[in-house]
């Protein structure tokens, strides 16, 4: 029926991929262009959305990547049913093609399994939610437990639509709220429901519980991200101090995994334990370990541990035998592996890799060059560096899983933030910013101080700049020297956070454009789906949440001044407890009004101002068309690639990742790096 034997196998991810090699191999593309993890994905991807190789390649039209996809694409089926095996999405796929062109069988398992049950039903894929139907109809005996508010997975597939239009499915269907919470407080679930009754497409219901009140929900509108930290870490260790909670009670969420820079800096400063879930530390992340190793090379040629990180990153063609024979040669010399790249023509063994290994050391060289023109400051150097190597074209040219290449840049571009951070406080003294003394709720102070941040030592140019950031930068990728204990603090992004619960939550970046995320604004479906994500973050919370936002804050290298973010905005303001530094004394506050009462009104004011976002600098290059300019279907001029239609353009981290066409041949790259002007 499906071209199978009773007997065939399932081949796992890595046959996958060797298969999709193969496949490429035989139609003469190369993985050079077309990375074959990219191609598995994109296969994977048509595969649960249940389009077959006829229907993708008629789909494909005269796209470039998608057409030589479903060259792949037919050739990988091919091979699958020659070797009598079936990949994972083959399993669902074709399971649900029996049971919908085999009414014997059909019936066969409709019969079989009388009682269906379906956990997290706001999760369902089409593939699954159509199985479900198959075996379901029949009969009608079917249960499904799920929540549409806590439906945050479209980018794996998930559809909302599904959950919402059960009752349609199935008519007569007993549906059953459950509404009350044993977790947490009601003052928390009253916020959640204020945030997510806004919401259109969803089912009625409103969370209650018989538990306590519950404190106020503190909201800490920060000067700046630093401050923002300061204010996270500061509180965290007061509670632990005080017996009020332990770290391991303690997490912080956040929208977007750049955010957790300036969090993970103030923990390991203030020595309180952390551990990020559902990701890497921001320093051991590839992407920013390669650009510091980068960075550790041209500032010391003799550092053989960079070299031989970044020889062949991005790939050049310098093998793992070839840095054996530099290192060898290089120990035998008692020189650096450098220096002896520097002269691989000297060497026989390097004579044939020479050029690519020349090219690598010269592109240092260069490096080192422009950095000794301290014609740059150090986030412009970094910027330099991150595009100059080729990292940002080989992140931008891999076809990941969808949002892969995004947090990566975005990761690349928090960097610049942190550079920009550091050449400010270590080329002149550190600016003292006002202490601000707070209340947590309980009577217990805390007292905010951002110059913590930045130790005192100052250089006059970026070469000496770039000296003191690695020697600080080395106490972070080493880790921290903390115990096995399980008392520490969960960093995560809400996404990691689900089905996940916490005495005290500190929920930060909360400001448009961050949270809701710069992508999610101009659809009203994805701003709906980010409203199920503030539900979700809110709810972790048992006893105490903290909604920190900033009123400046540096991200992604740029500095903004955005609004408060919208969903803070519809939560009953007697819920909330508002707090910040402060401020200038409003002219019309009244003789003898004490310093919180000041300070409250402050930021009441601050939450409903309209912030602006810092002007962007004009294009470096005469003629250069910004990130703003470009739109889909204009017609631009690459420097390198030539004539191109513009596809796609998609924000990222105050830049945008576009996709190209140049007379047939796709190419993705960041707007500010590319060079484009009007055709």
């Known amino acids: 029926m499906l071209g199978f034997t009773k007997n065939f196998s399932i ?25 074959p993890k990219s191609v598995q994905n994109e296969i994977s991807n048509a595969k ?87 075996l379901a109809s029949g009969n009608g005996n079917i249960c499904v437990v799920g929540d549409d508010d806590q439906s945050i997975y479209s980018f794996r597939g998930a559809d909302v639509r599904i959950i919402l239009k059960f ?155 070839t840095i054996e024979k530099i290192r060898q040669y290089a120990l035998a010399d008692n020189i650096s592996m450098f220096e002896c790249a520097m002269h691989a023509v000297d060497y026989p063994e390097l004579v044939r890799s020479a050029s690519k290994i020349c090219s690598f050391t010269d592109l240092i060289n260069s490096m080192k060059d422009k950095l000794r023109e301290n ?39 928090e960097l610049l933030s942190e550079a920009k951070e550091y050449d400010k406080a270590h080329r002149a003294e550190p600016v003292d910013m006002d202490s601000l003394e707070i209340d947590d709720g309980d009577g217990m102070p805390v007292e905010v101080d951002d110059d913590f941040f930045f130790d005192t030592a100052t250089a006059d140019t970026t070469e000496g700049i770039l000296g003191l950031y690695l020697e600080n930068a080395s106490l972070f990728t080493e880790g921290d020297d903390f115990d096995d204990s399980d008392d520490y603090v969960k960093l995560m992004s809400i996404h990691s956070a689900k089905g996940l619960e916490f005495g005290a939550v500190f929920l930060i970046g909360l400001e448009e454009g961050v949270f809701p995320s710069y992508r999610s604004v101009q659809s009203v479906e994805d701003t709906e789906e980010e409203r199920r994500l503030m539900y979700v973050a809110i709810t972790r919370a ?24 919208r969903f803070l905005k519809e939560i009953n303001p007697e819920l909330l407890y508002l707090m ?29 101002s309209q912030f602006t976002k810092e002007k962007k600098p004009a294009a470096s290059r005469e003629g250069q068309l910004s990130p703003d300019d470009l739109i889909e279907g204009l017609r631009v001029v690459h420097p390198r690639f030539g004539e191109g239609v513009i596809l796609k353009v998609e924000p990222v981290g105050g830049d945008a990742l576009i996709t190209v066409d140049f007379d047939g041949m796709r190419k993705n790259m960041l707007a500010n790096a590319a060079g484009l002007k009007k055709a």
């Open 11 to 35: 081949i796992d991810t890595d046959d996958q991929q060797k298969l999709v090699k193969e496949a490429m191999k035989e139609l003469d593309i190369a993985d050079s262009q077309f990375k």
């Open 167 to 321: 009752e349609k499915d199935f008519p007569g269907a007993n549906v059953i709220k459950l509404e009350e919470n044993y977790r947490s407080t009601k003052t928390i679930l009253d916020a959640a429901n204020c945030v997510i009754a806004n919401n259109k497409k969803r089912k009625s219901k409103n969370l209650r519980t018989e538990g306590d009140q519950g404190e106020k929900i503190i909201v800490m509108n920060a000067d700046t991200s630093n401050g923002e930290a300061d204010f996270v870490g500061r509180t965290i260790k007061m509670m632990a101090d005080k017996g009020k909670f332990k770290y391991s009670d303690c997490a912080v969420l956040y929208r977007m995994n750049a955010l957790s820079r300036n969090i993970e800096t103030t923990l390991h400063n203030l020595g309180i334990p952390f551990r990020v879930y559902g990701g890497m530390r921001f320093y051991d992340r590839k992407e920013i370990k390669d650009i510091l190793a980068y960075l550790r090379l041209i500032n010391d040629p003799k550092d053989n541990i960079a070299f031989e990180r970044i020889i062949n990153v991005p790939k050049r063609g310098i093998g793992d035998t």
């Open 542 to 565: 048992k006893k105490n949440l903290f909604m920190v936002l900033a009123r400046q804050r540096m991200l992604f290298g740029q500095t903004n001044c955005n609004q408060p973010s």
């Open 48 to 134: 649960n959305k249940f389009i077959d190789v006829e229907e993708y390649s008629l789909l494909a039209g005269k796209e470039y990547f998608l057409s030589v996809v479903a060259r792949i694409y037919k050739r990988y089926q091919e091979k699958l049913i020659a070797n009598n095996a079936m990949d994972f999405d083959d399993i669902l796929v074709n399971m649900v093609k029996l049971l919908e062109n085999n009414p014997d069988i059909r019936e066969l398992y409709r019969n079989k399994f009388r009682y269906i049950m379906v956990d997290e039903y706001q999760d369902t894929n089409m593939p699954q939610y159509r199985a479900v139907m198959q």
């Open 375 to 413: 014609e740059l400051d150090f986030a412009q150097f970094v910027d330099y560096v991150e595009n100059e190597s080729g990292i940002i074209e080989e992140i931008t040219e891999q076809r990941e899983k969808k949002g892969e290449i995004i947090d990566r840049v975005e990761n690349l571009k």
């Open 580 to 608: 910040g530094s402060k401020r200038e004394t409003p002219k019309d506050v009244p003789q003898g009004e004490t310093n919180r009462e000041k300070s409250k009104k402050s930021i009441a004011s601050a939450m409903k």
